[in-house]
């Protein structure tokens, strides 16, 4: 790898044949640049997704079963204004000093953090440990893209952000593998309980990567902004610029469209556990199961949901983005949040039976999740080399703060209701109305495909 990282750095413009397939004009640099930026937001994912699967579990022993379900969505909450936090800073650092080296550093602060809450002794500390976890998760995606856009040729970059984003999808699975195998263990080493061994697994892939990227180097094309801008009194990851500028325009409306697909997927989506561990708990529930065997089995059968949820969202993440590649990015953004809706009133609304978790949790991945492809592509492409990882951190990292409050929401609105599992049914299906106001900016913001990376 190390002469790889070490050869010059090719133009991100260089494209030998027009006619090859996109992976066939990538040189080793570009492939290098593409996996290990792969890797950094598949296992930032993997984290995601094992706290999912782990809060639930987490919480009734730190907090009791009768608060878990009301508790839980607040450590959503929390951790996700870390994820926003985080992606402002680190996407403006990113800007200003390199995408290479800020994204190793928040792969090393979301990986120890991970493992820290393992150690969690109560709801306080459990919601630090998220929230500095948060704070490493958030700047990875604006970074990673970042990087990609700048270092491939422009006919791949669609092609190739698209792949990234649905690549994070076998995160996902990982992660619901993982839970399934710690679910099925009859004794789980060192005396951990299934949640505490979750976070433990999960922060090693990470940490290793952390080490990997030392030897990537900063694209070419920001270096020659960087330099070019030094000269010319451009402001790199300046906010001022973003949202005071030209490119406020692109910044407020992609915003809200992010933060609506968000919403339908952190705010809603990801608490299909609570559903799915209910519907596990009464086929179970004359089984003559101690408390640590169910607890073993909710772990086994959420995670199966999460592996389900993910095995659909590969597939949407896959189909639109050849939608955006092909007809539009706008078309592709609009049906993948119309997809998100439909499928997420679906789920709350009609899944009772446990045969049903097995077509029913990959319909609702298929559209939640589908529509983050096209983040991947449509973001980087609306703001120029000095602002792209802000931009793109910006409205992918600041719907985590609009989303933030879709937990707390629910959680209010379900313990306003009697708290059980069919009031947090009806509470989901409230907040999923916010998907379909993402579709009403979409015609204001500019169509991308076919155009060059925009310039200052």
Not at 25 to 46: E, G, K, T, Y
Not at 64 to 82: D, E, H, I, P
Not at 385 to 391: C, E, F, P, Q, V
Request: some cysteine.
């Amino acid at each position: 790898m190390s002469s790889i990282a070490s050869s010059p750095p090719p133009s991100a413009d260089h494209d030998p044949d027009p006619n090859l397939p996109w992976w066939r004009v990538f040189n080793r640099q570009h492939w290098f640049v593409f996996s290990i930026a792969s890797l950094a937001w598949l296992f930032d994912c993997l984290d995601q997704q094992l706290f999912n699967l782990a809060r639930g579990g987490a919480m009734e022993d730190l907090v009791g079963r009768a608060n878990a379900n009301v508790y839980g969505t607040y450590t959503v909450s929390v951790f996700l204004l870390g994820w926003a936090t985080g992606g402002l800073i680190f996407g403006a650092l990113g800007d200003r000093y390199g995408r290479a080296k800020i994204l190793t550093f928040c792969i090393l602060l979301y990986s120890i953090c991970t493992g820290l809450s393992a150690l969690s002794t109560g709801f306080f500390d459990f919601c630090v440990y998220r929230f500095i976890t948060g704070l490493g998760v958030g700047g990875v995606f604006g970074l990673a893209v970042a990087l990609v856009a700048d270092s491939v040729p422009d006919r791949t970059r669609a092609p190739a952000l698209g792949m990234l984003q649905s690549l994070s999808a076998f995160g996902n699975i990982t992660a619901g593998l993982i839970g399934m195998g710690i679910g099925a263990m009859a004794m789980i080493p060192f005396g951990l309980k299934p949640w505490q061994a979750m976070f433990i697994v999960g922060a090693f892939p990470a940490f290793l990567c952390a080490f990997v990227m030392g030897k990537l180097k900063e694209p070419q094309k920001w270096i020659d902004a960087r330099a070019a801008g030094l000269k010319t009194g451009v402001k790199f990851g300046s906010y001022s610029s973003l949202l005071g500028g030209k490119w406020r325009k692109n910044a407020w409306l992609a915003l809200i469209g992010c933060s609506a697909g968000i919403i339908g997927l952190w705010g809603i989506g990801n608490f299909h556990p609570t559903i799915v561990g209910s519907i596990v708990n009464q086929k179970l529930a004359s089984s003559g199961f101690t408390p640590a065997q169910m607890a073993s089995e909710r772990a086994f059968w959420t995670s199966a949901g999460l592996l389900l949820q993910n095995v659909g969202a590969f597939i949407g993440m896959m189909t639109f983005a050849m939608i955006a590649q092909r007809i539009g990015r706008r078309i592709a953004f609009g049906l993948a949040l119309l997809a998100s809706f439909l499928a997420t009133v679906m789920v709350f609304t009609s899944l009772r039976e446990f045969s049903q978790i097995f077509w029913m949790i990959p319909i609702m991945g298929f559209g939640q999740i589908g529509v983050f492809a096209v983040f991947a592509i449509y973001l980087p492409e609306l703001f120029p080399t000095s602002l792209r990882a802000t931009g793109t951190s910006f409205c992918y990292n600041v719907g985590r703060i609009l989303a933030a409050t879709a937990p707390f929401t629910i959680g209010k609105i379900t313990a306003s209701l009697g708290g059980d599992v069919e009031s947090f049914r009806t509470a989901g299906i409230y907040v999923s109305f916010v998907l379909l106001l993402g579709i009403i900016v979409l015609p204001f913001l500019p169509e991308t495909k076919g155009r060059p990376l925009p310039d200052e």
